[in-house]
């Protein structure tokens, strides 16, 4: 039989074609055979001329419409796959769009019962390259339909059965890509599935499918991690191998997929086997492919990838240099000869190993190729970019860090959002993207300051952590970063959940990469930076030692020379500098000078962190002067503030702690240089007050000025102090409770710090600055409360928006500062609606709230102070207010700071008068107040005899010297004076001081005594006080029988004097009962137990029934329009927190800022018998006047019942328990 040449087909159909010109009958026959045997040519040679020839001929062909049914059908099928082809080389849609036109008449001329399956297989591919192009969900869904219906005609040929076959797990998986529903790529594998049973072994179809079929198993196995479909993945591709072995026609292709398995594999499961068998099949599968064929891409771009694997994993300069040859060459391959989309992929690739040059290398022009690669890719890729971005991302991120430029930062950003909004639903990937952006975040926060950039940057890494499928390998990375993110916010607030939640997911990632896991130094390095943090928070040295040690670990796994080995070098010298600060050890500081001069010398003095590595080895060197005294190493360490204060930009948020830093080595040079110091304390001025760092480096810039003032009785120092206290209101503001708020000021440096402020301006000579630092600095939680229920009426008049949206501000902060703190436990997180996840997403919520609360309440205070007249609008008054305090008697401030105690009385008519009080110190104070409240359990007599130590060494160092002041200034014996004590001193009964001597009289016999916590409660106090009616004032007694004996005869007592009583007894006195009476009642008497909670001084409280209780907080929450006077005989009630003394936060002070304007209530433990009989002597005086009762009478008439107990021999602790607090 004679064998026809194909090229002679084609010729004998060109020949019949040229004798049948047009108008010629049999032309359309002989176009569609010449075109179709032109088509078949171009399929096997790539002739490009015949494949033009071949459209143009199918093209006039199918423009005839009455040509017999059969002869329509092949010309219209022809041309529609000449288009169709066309499309795939050119890309023009118009091609694409004809192409379906063609195929769907196709479609309408077939006659019932013909086989449609050729046509709507071609159907289905059309709209699948549309959809590919243009990704609308139309085309998708056209695909499927019209590849399903291809499935369901019965096969002619197995080809044709396996392209329908293919078609419908295409489109499947196309939907899967888009939707990422389940199901979808579920229909891919199962329908490849029954492709691969149609063909047998031997089938040439067979290693086709099951390039497919692998692909889909692998996909299913990224998205849902069940290990059988990787397993059954791997069996697929060694059977491909054996189909194919060596000297097989697609050996190499069966090599190239079976190495990109283990490639997949190894990112998987981590092992190195994995790896090196991938690369070698690889490097097999290209040296069977001639350079220039474009078969060759594939192996290059496992190849370049694999290879950056393994210098990821074993840090060998050859591997990445590979990586990167391997790239360009699979660029350049897609280049030659290939379309632009081809090129994409190699792009993105070569990015990210032009990367992981830089990383290990330094070298900026490795960062710029690698940027401009994925820059390339981006736009070739289309809305499947979403991984380049990532890696842009990466770069930009990696560019600030060398040139600080925050525009890369914001750049890095919109790639991170870009990546997210393209990337497909159900990408296994994404959680790497909000890991990545939560990063930049992370950035963004430190550069900038802004807290909302931390608030997403815990977000983002909450979302990327409850994305990571179980047991992913790249769990590590977002753990890790929340586990930063989280320890930054600590070390800011102090949020205790977040140092826990920290902490365990710093032990989390170091279980998740054990001993030789390729990322063991980052986790070791992120368990430190947490240590690190909680170090600097808690001043815990555990942290330290811990952080130490973590550093430690961490050095010698990073390549020598390295940019990240010189980071680790730089953490462990400045960890050893923290150390010895504690220790002393000069050890330590010897070894962190070397450290850090070893991480100086290897930092790129173009890297983001060369000026912070020279400023902290100016600190260590600057401390190692003070140790050595040798002038050099304080020139070398200025030296190196010097270039740091070069590179640092002015608006870096570290700049704070460069300036202090260099300040204070300026200071330490002996003699003091005149041309410096102003230099020096200039450059503290800065630090504290730079608006691009944060209140808490502000705060600490500021704390080193006062110190530095201090030391050098600097004029600058009452500056420093005011900025100080300034600064401290804007830390408070960060905490959204009062008891958040209590808690911090427990911790600061400077407990008494107002004490402190106040002294320097008092050894200044500048007695009205120093009451009005007294005033700025104390009592600052109830003076905030106070401020968000400052009377608006005079605003209101001039601006109605303002004064509403003041009033709705301060409401919202005052109902979360007024909350219970709510303390969650901290759970590893299931998933994204697990209870222990809900429970962190509420704490962010939370302080977000917080966060946004408080910089809308101050851009409307800010408002506010903008309006004519209002400048000074909740604003310490100015003592020429202030004075006004003393206009109905003298009030002695007591001033208790370490260097110095002073008292200052403001008395009417004449400037503040300074009584020194050489006697008074801390320690003394200290001493008496252990001694005083250490007696309070112990037995009568020596109760007694301490107390009265006590009193008398008040007598002695404070009150004597202030009596003897008031006498010479004329104030009348027996007239009120009001106490102002500060520090340690609000615990001590200033009050009943005396010498306690037969024939010598003591305090109370002299004066009338109250106190006020500051000048400006007691002005607040008397504003609005009323003439006393002409009825008597309802008064409330809230009573406790079932615990408290005497409180029956104490009621009956007060009730004999005059029936003007409303009682709540037992079972009717519950909290709500309570509290709702009290808003009704403008007096009160509270006889019932007192709690007094150290730890929790806001939740102390009244016992009522039954376990019922009114809190501090419950009463500073009450909104009591009639308050006007308060007994309260009952235990410690105003017993003062030993932590926060100046803070007042005791149950009388609670009743103040409610609107009692005066108060009398107890200091200790009170006598159950001393109800009764004090109460009727008090209400006695009250209601002398049968019609009229006065709250200004209170002090008087306590002072008139101390003395009734005080003949009657009451034992000394028991009268002087009692204390009369406002008007």
Known sequence: MTTINADDLVAESLRKLALCPPGHSERPKNLIIAGSQLFASYLRTGNSLAFSEATRYSREAAAFRTLPLPFQTAACNLYGNCLVQRFKLQGQIPDLDEGILCHRRVLALRSKGHDPGLTLNALAEAFILRFEKLRRMEDLVMAIVYSRGGLTCPPPILAVALTAHEHVATSSYLRFELLGQ????????????????????????????????????ETHYQYFGQSKYLDDAENRCREFIRLCPNGHLHHALASQTLGSHLLMQFQSHNNPDFLEEAISLCETSLRLQSPGDINRHAPLKSLAIATRLRFEMRKEEADIQRSIEYGEEALDLCRSGSTPYDSADPLHTLGVSYMRRFEHCGEVDDLEKALQHCLDAVPLLGSSAFLTLGNMLAIYRSRYYRLQDPNDLLEAEKCGLQALDKSPKGDPGKFMTFANLAGVMADLFEHFGKMEYLENAISHGRKSLSLCPPSHPEENLPTMNLALMLSARFELFGEENDRMESHRLSSRALALCPSGHPKRERCLRTAMVCSMRSWSQTRDIIYLERAIRYARDALPLYSAGSIDHCKSQEYLGTLLHDRFLQSRQRSDLEESIQLQQAAVALCPESSYDHGMFQANLGTALSELFEISDDRTDLDTAIAHYSKANQTISPTHPSRPTLESGLALAYLKITPTSETLVPVAFSLLQSASNNPSANSHTQFNAALRWVRAARAHKHPSMINAFSRLLALLELRLLTKETVEAQQEFLREIPFRLLASEAAASAIEDGRLDTAIELLEQGRTMLWSRMRGYRHPIDDLRAVNTSLADQF?????????????????????????????????????????????????????????????????????????????????????????????????????????????????????????????????????????????????????????????????????????RIWWCPTAQLCALPVHAAGPYTAGQRNLPDLFVSSYTPTLNALMTARAG???????????????????????????????????????????????????????????????????????????????????????????????????????????????????????????????????????????????????????????????????????????????????????????????????????
Request: glycine share 4%; charged share 20%.
């Open 182 to 217: 389940g199901h979808d790529i579920a229909d891919a594998v199962e329908i490849t599935r029954r492709a691969l049973d149609l063909t047998r072994p031997g089938d040439d179809f067979r290693p086709w499918v099951l390039q497919k079929y692998i692909l889909y198993l």
């Open 807 to 975: 009033r709705t501000a301060s409401a919202e902060l005052e109902h979360t500062a007024l909350a219970l703190q709510q303390r969650f436990t901290v759970f590893p997180p299931t998933s994204i609606n697990s209870p222990s996840q809900v429970s962190n997403i509420q704490i962010d919520s939370r302080l977000r709230d917080h966060r946004i609360l408080s910089e809308n309440w101050t851009r409307i205070l800010n408002d506010i102070r903008e309006v004519d007249g209002f400048a000074d609008f909740l604003r310490t008054p100015s003592f020429s207010t202030l004075r006004a305090v003393a206009s109905e008697g003298p009030v002695i401030l007591v001033n208790v700071a370490q260097g110095r105690c002073d008292a200052i009385i403001i008395h009417q008519g004449s400037s503040p008068h300074l009584v020194p009080l050489p006697e008074s110190t801390t320690a003394l104070f200290d001493h008496l107040t252990t001694q005083l409240w250490d007696s309070s359990g112990s037995e009568h007599a020596h109760r007694v005899k301490q107390l009265t130590v006590v009193l008398r060494e008040l007598w002695r160092a404070v009150v004597h010297p202030v009596v003897e002041a008031l006498l010479s200034l004329k104030v009348e014996l027996t007239s």
């Open 1025 to 1223: 006080v009323l003439p006393a009616p002409n009825s008597l004032p309802r008064l409330l007694i809230i009573g406790q029988p079932q615990t408290l004996a005497t409180v029956e005869p104490e009621i009956e007592g007060i009730r004999t004097i005059d029936n003007f009583a409303d009682v709540l007894l037992g079972a009717q006195a519950t909290s709500d009962v309570v509290l709702s009476e009290l808003r009704t009642h403008s007096w009160i008497h509270f006889a019932c137990h007192g709690s007094r909670r150290h730890a929790e001084p806001f939740k102390s409280a009244f016992e009522l029934h039954d376990g019922n209780q009114v809190t501090v907080l419950d009463i500073a929450r009450a909104n009591l329009p009639c308050a006007e006077f308060a007994f309260l005989s009952a235990c410690h009630t105003a017993a003062p927190d030993i932590g926060t003394p100046d803070e007042f936060i005791t149950l009388a002070a609670a009743l103040q800022f409610a609107g009692f304007r005066g108060v009398v209530s107890t200091f200790w433990d009170m006598a159950d018998e001393d109800g009764p009989q004090t109460s009727r002597d008090f209400y006695s005086y009250m209601l002398r006047r049968t019609t009229v009762a006065e709250s200004r009478d209170a002090a008087m008439a306590l002072n008139l019942a101390v003395r009734s107990m005080r003949k009657r021999n009451v034992p000394l602790y028991r009268w002087v328990n009692f204390i009369h607090i406002g008007i």
